[in-house]
């Protein structure tokens, strides 16, 4: 399948499962909403679900498309999942324009089964993606996350990490037990 860039965990295809039935979810991707050339990256979900034979759904909210890149989630795979503030409600490289935490949450329950979500705050500098999670810390198995994190105080990037570890420390997963960090 021709791409416009080889970062296919962000444009390409969530699959979703229920017994006994694969999908995968078809979200909207504008190149990170920073890079023009995104067209053919965009059109990969629904070319995976013509060649696998599965299900394929467009998420849509308030009647538009939603955009969401692999990258700027991480699930655990039994309900709860990650994300940041900086990527989806930051005012800059918008996704989903006037779209609220709220709206992610229920979007996530709607499309993904995901019953608690986990925002951090910001990513480290210089992301071209704007935050995505997939930099900053990851689910390693249901309640374990390993998170990046910096000692050099002088590192632009210590406080957000510190504060992302705070956060992760201090949240529960969908069946409100603590997450080992």
């Not at 795979?77 to 503030?85: C, F």
């Not at 993606?129 to 210590?158: C, I, M, N, Q, S």
């Not at 997963?173 to 960090?181: E, N």
């Amino acid at each position: 399948i021709r791409t416009n860039r080889g970062w296919t965990r962000d444009h390409g295809p969530i699959f979703v499962v229920r017994p006994g039935d694969l999908a995968l979810t078809d979200w909207g991707f504008p190149g990170w909403a920073k890079y023009a050339d995104h067209r053919l990256d965009d059109a990969v979900p629904k070319e995976v679900a013509r060649v696998l034979g599965v299900k394929r759904f467009e998420p849509r909210h308030g009647g538009r498309r939603i955009v969401l890149e692999g990258g700027s989630i991480d699930v655990n795979g039994r309900g709860t999942l990650l994300t940041t503030e900086e990527c989806l409600l930051s005012a800059e490289q918008v996704r989903n324009p006037g779209f609220s935490g709220a709206d992610y949450e229920r979007i996530f329950s709607d499309y993904l089964g995901v019953q608690e979500t986990i925002w951090l705050g910001r990513g480290i500098s210089g992301d071209d993606t704007h935050g995505h999670v997939d930099d900053l810390a990851r689910f390693v198995d249901a309640r374990t996350v390993v998170a990046v994190a910096t000692e050099d105080r002088g590192d632009p990037d210590y406080a957000p990490l510190a504060e992302n570890l705070d956060r992760l420390r201090k949240a529960t997963d969908q069946d409100g037990r603590p997450l080992c960090v």
